[in-house]
């Protein structure tokens, strides 16, 4: 069984720091997804990452990909009340008719003004 | 438009009941699943149904059957329903293929059971 571990379980800062979600394994996945969910709603793609060592950049948020595919982790900096939310990070098992995520159980990012 | 839809929102039953769950897709995806969402916010797969064919059952009790009449459609049916199938439940599509394929998700269907 594939697992991710992700941390902190919960985070609550002021308007304007940094912070850095971690998600690992001790298993290998063929790619890497960060979703945003917000309260009532279903979670929404930020980014996938498919090769080792892979970073991506959105606006204030970065992501990065281990170089043996087993860990991500997601850095905002400077951020802000908009960026409230549950952060989850998934790993593709495979492609094709058997593709399957395994969701990491979520950090819940709080931004107070 | 709305790509991935779900109903009801919510959902309030008794212990013991059977309720369904319906979820459709206009996004033209092969590829539709089944999340439950705990209290604690873990997302798990329960399902997923390709072009109408079961591909993933991730050990889920027999009481929750899964129904694709196409490939646009994936409904969820639960027999006998427990305390502990209160959660929220999600549907998304994607399209098969690829290392990367992003899943839509739909607004969820929150389970309560009393």
């Known amino acids: 069984t594939q697992l991710l571990e992700q941390s902190p379980q919960f985070l609550s800062i002021q308007e304007g720091e940094n912070l850095t979600v971690y998600c690992n394994s001790s298993?290998?996945?063929?790619?890497l997804q960060w979703y945003r969910q917000e309260p009532g709603e279903g979670p929404v793609l930020l980014v996938t990452v498919v090769t080792g060592g892979e970073v991506k950049k959105l606006k204030r948020l970065t992501f990065q990909f281990g170089d043996a595919r087993k860990d991500s982790s997601l850095h905002i900096t400077a951020a802000q009340p908009g960026d409230t939310g549950l952060y989850l990070c998934?790993?593709?098992?495979?492609?094709?008719?058997?593709?399957?995520?395994?969701f990491g159980k979520g950090t819940l990012l709080t931004v107070n003004p | 438009d709305t790509a991935v839809s779900q109903t009801p929102k919510y959902l309030v039953t008794q212990m013991g009941n059977d309720k369904s769950i319906k979820c459709e897709q206009n996004l033209g995806h092969d590829t539709m699943y089944w999340y439950k969402q705990d209290s604690k916010k873990f997302l798990k797969i329960m399902f997923s149904y390709n072009n109408k064919e079961l591909i993933i059952n991730e050990t889920v009790p027999n009481r929750f059957s899964p129904k694709s009449p196409d490939k646009a459609h994936l409904n969820l049916h639960i027999n006998s329903l427990e305390l502990g199938d209160s959660a929220v439940y999600f549907c998304?599509?994607?399209?098969?293929?690829?290392?990367?394929?992003?899943?839509?998700f739909g607004p969820g269907t929150r389970l309560t059971v009393l």
């Open positions: 998934a790993g593709a098992s495979s492609g094709g008719s058997n593709y399957k995520l395994t």
């Open positions: 998304a599509s994607s399209q098969v293929g690829g290392a990367g394929g992003e899943q839509f």
């Open positions: 298993s290998v996945f063929s790619s």
